[in-house]
Structures are given as C-alpha cells and as structure tokens.
C-alpha cells in the first residue's frame, strides 16, 4: 500500500474554506518598510543612520535581513539597527525587533514576551504592522497573552484601516471563517484578498488562488486562475505558493502540463522555506519514488514528521497510512507490531482530522513519542 494521497478531504475542507492555514503563518517576516522615501539606497540610508535617523536605521536593517539594496545579508547587524531604531522610539522599528525575538532572529533566543511588548508598544504609537502583529498573538495565544480571537479581529481591522497588507489578508481570513466575532462573508474576504494581493501579498494571492481553485463564494471556480495566483507568490519567494503551484503540477491543471518532476522541485523549495505543505507533499513523492526522485521510506517519514509539527492536517493523514501499512522499524507480521502501528495511524488520522485551531505542539510530540 502507498501512501494514497497528496492531499485528504480533511484538508481540502479547510483549504476550500481559506481557513486557518493561511493566519497561522500571518507575521510577514521583516518586509516592514518605514515611511523615507528620500533614501533611496544603502549608501543613502548609512548616511542617514549615522546622522541619527531611526526610520533609515530601521529601513537598512530591513535591506540586511533581506540581502537586498546590495548588501549581502547579516541579521546580526540587523538586529543592531533595530535595536538602535527602538531604542529611539520609531515604532517601525519596535515592530521588527518584536519579530526578531519572536522567530528568534539575529542571534536571538526566541522570546514571544519580550515580541509581544514590543508590538504593545509599537502599535501603542499607531503603527500598522505592530498592531497586526500583536493582533496574531492575541488570536493564536501567545506571548503571555490569553487567546482572544475578537481583540485579534478588532486589531486587524485597525491595522488593515492603516494599509496594512498582511493585516488586510488576515482579516479576510477571518471573514472566511467566521472568526472573531465576525460573520462568514466569503465574498466580503474575496474583496479583502484582492485588495491585499493587488498591493503584492503574497500570502492573500494564495488564498485567492484557493478560492478560484474551488470556487468559494462569488469566485466562479477556475484552475487557470489559480495557477495565476500561485505563480505570483512563488515568484515573490513565498514558500505556500510554491507548493500551490506544485500541486497543480502534479495533476496537470490549470494549464500547466503535468509534470511530477517540476512538481517535486517546487515542494523542495518550499521545504526549504519551512512550508508545512511542501513537505508532506514531498514526501509523499518520496514514499513512492515520484518526481524522479528515489523511493526513500525513511526520508518520507522525516518530512512528514516535519510537517505534522508544524500542524499539518496532511501530513498527519500520510504518517497514519505509513504506520497502518507496517512502515519503519516495527515488523509488520507481528501481531503485536501491527495492533501497535493500526494504532500510532488511527491516532495521527484523529489528530489530522481536527480543525488546525485545535492543534497543538504539545499533543503532536506525545504522539510522536509514543509512535516513534
């Protein structure tokens, strides 16, 4: 038995809802730009940073963190000139040092309290992007602080009121959820996801990918579109839409030829990146030697492993498959080894099953200790 698919229906209820997905991921790492339009280059924004400008201390460490304006990338000295920035009340960039220690960038150990303080702070100033950013802890519980899905909502809204792109999609999201004391509106998030991709959110042309790809609400449903979306994102470098567009690939949609090799490609990439669905998917390739790629049980369950931690409802699916089936160490003919792994994959099933909002870190690494 192979491991049947790349995606279950599990997940394409939440993908053809937008659902949680996509806010999970919602803090768009270090694109803040601060508003000095006058600096134009590296050299330009030095000048200015070393004269004491915060705003162009705060748009250089951007360009460090990036690599971009050619400089070759030093989150160190990013993390420096966040600090300088904050350190002189630019809220911009008490936002970017709040996502410093919140991934744990720069050298930094990961501190989401010390992150949250820091939007408190920054959003406290009226900037837009801490504010959404504060609005993900307070919806995904973080930082200290409660979940609370309407304060989430009421900050999106203000941040989205300020032009925030990324806030702009997560409101939307919430809209296609229902969440945050907010109505279903699948045509009021449409309108949001085209108002947020049209500004270049990768993460919003996603979400309208998706919803053309199962024609959610007033979206009349179309492949080609898509496609269109999806290849945006991934040509912005942004790791779902790589996946996406993958997937599309993979079953020669949209237009696109099908092509299990240029699919495999894709899902590595955004592998890569940290994309929880580019790695179930890979490995999926894996587990039936796909894509020109050799069949490698044990590389397909390194992935899947992988991506169930990060909460993927798919890869729970496919790790449940591989232990019903009698994959890895445990020998299948043993009427002991075989109850024990029906077992592991009935677990990981119920657990893939569940709404993402329902998933935490913590029962996916009990699974994972007890289904080793």
């Given at each position: 038995?192979?491991?049947?698919r790349?995606?279950?229906?599990?997940?394409l209820?939440q993908r053809?809802?937008v659902?949680?997905k996509?806010?999970?991921?919602?803090?768009?790492?270090?694109?803040v730009?601060p508003?000095?339009a006058?600096?134009?280059?590296?050299a330009?924004?030095?000048?200015a940073a070393?004269g004491?400008d915060?705003?162009?201390?705060?748009?250089?460490?951007?360009m460090?963190v990036t690599?971009?304006?050619?400089l070759?990338?030093?989150?160190?000295k990013?993390l420096e000139?966040f600090?300088k920035s904050a350190g002189?009340?630019?809220?911009?960039?008490m936002a970017n040092l709040?996502?410093?220690y919140?991934h744990?960038?720069g050298?930094l150990?990961?501190?989401?309290?010390k992150?949250?303080?820091?939007?408190q702070?920054?959003?406290?100033l009226?900037?837009a992007s801490g504010t959404?950013?504060?609005?993900?802890?307070?919806?995904n519980?973080?930082?200290g602080?409660a979940?609370n899905?309407?304060?989430?909502?009421?900050?999106f809204?203000?941040?989205?009121?300020?032009?925030?792109?990324?806030?702009i999609s997560?409101?939307a999201?919430?809209y296609?959820?229902?969440?945050g004391?907010?109505?279903r509106?699948l045509?009021?998030a449409a309108?949001?996801?085209?108002?947020?991709a049209?500004?270049g959110?990768p993460m919003a042309?996603?979400?309208?990918?998706?919803m053309y790809?199962h024609?959610?609400?007033?979206?009349?449903r179309?492949?080609?579109?898509a496609v269109e979306f999806?290849?945006?994102?991934?040509d912005?470098?942004?790791?779902?839409?790589m996946a996406?567009?993958?997937f599309?690939y993979t079953?020669?949609?949209?237009?696109l030829?099908?092509?299990?090799?240029?699919?495999?490609e894709?899902?590595q990439?955004?592998?890569d990146?940290g994309d929880a669905?580019g790695m179930?998917n890979?490995?999926?390739?894996?587990?039936n030697?796909?894509?020109g790629?050799?069949r490698?049980?044990r590389?397909?369950?390194e992935l899947?492993?992988?991506?169930?931690?990060?909460g993927?409802?798919l890869a729970?699916?496919?790790?449940?498959?591989?232990y019903?089936v009698?994959?890895?160490?445990?020998?299948?003919?043993?009427?002991?080894?075989?109850?024990a792994?029906?077992k592991?994959g009935?677990?990981w099933?119920?657990?893939?099953c569940?709404?993402?909002?329902a998933l935490?870190?913590?029962?996916v690494?009990?699974?994972?200790?007890?289904c080793p």
């Amino acid at each position: 038995m192979t491991v049947r698919r790349l995606r279950h229906d599990c997940l394409l209820q939440q993908r053809s809802k937008v659902s949680m997905k996509a806010i999970l991921i919602v803090v768009s790492f270090l694109i803040v730009l601060p508003a000095c339009a006058a600096y134009q280059s590296a050299a330009d924004l030095q000048k200015a940073a070393d004269g004491g400008d915060a705003k162009a201390m705060s748009k250089l460490g951007v360009m460090y963190v990036t690599g971009s304006g050619g400089l070759a990338a030093d989150e160190r000295k990013a993390l420096e000139l966040f600090r300088k920035s904050a350190g002189l009340g630019d809220a911009t960039g008490m936002a970017n040092l709040g996502q410093m220690y919140e991934h744990g960038r720069g050298g930094l150990a990961a501190d989401q309290n010390k992150a949250v303080d820091l939007y408190q702070k920054s959003a406290s100033l009226g900037d837009a992007s801490g504010t959404g950013n504060l609005g993900v802890m307070y919806l995904n519980g973080q930082g200290g602080l409660a979940k609370n899905e309407r304060k989430a909502a009421e900050l999106f809204q203000k941040a989205a009121s300020l032009g925030d792109l990324v806030a702009i999609s997560n409101l939307a999201a919430l809209y296609a959820n229902g969440q945050g004391g907010l109505a279903r509106d699948l045509d009021k998030a449409a309108g949001l996801f085209q108002k947020a991709a049209d500004g270049g959110n990768p993460m919003a042309m996603v979400n309208l990918g998706l919803m053309y790809e199962h024609g959610t609400g007033r979206i009349i449903r179309s492949d080609r579109k898509a496609v269109e979306f999806y290849q945006k994102a991934s040509d912005l470098g942004y790791a779902n839409g790589m996946a996406s567009l993958g997937f599309m690939y993979t079953q020669g949609k949209g237009g696109l030829p099908k092509d299990e090799r240029k699919a495999a490609e894709l899902y590595q990439k955004a592998s890569d990146h940290g994309d929880a669905l580019g790695m179930a998917n890979l490995g999926y390739m894996y587990a039936n030697g796909m894509g020109g790629l050799p069949r490698d049980e044990r590389k397909a369950v390194e992935l899947s492993q992988r991506a169930a931690d990060l909460g993927s409802p798919l890869a729970m699916d496919n790790l449940a498959q591989m232990y019903e089936v009698g994959r890895r160490r445990v020998n299948a003919r043993s009427a002991a080894g075989h109850g024990a792994l029906r077992k592991c994959g009935s677990a990981w099933r119920h657990l893939g099953c569940r709404t993402t909002e329902a998933l935490k870190a913590a029962e996916v690494k009990s699974l994972r200790k007890s289904c080793p």
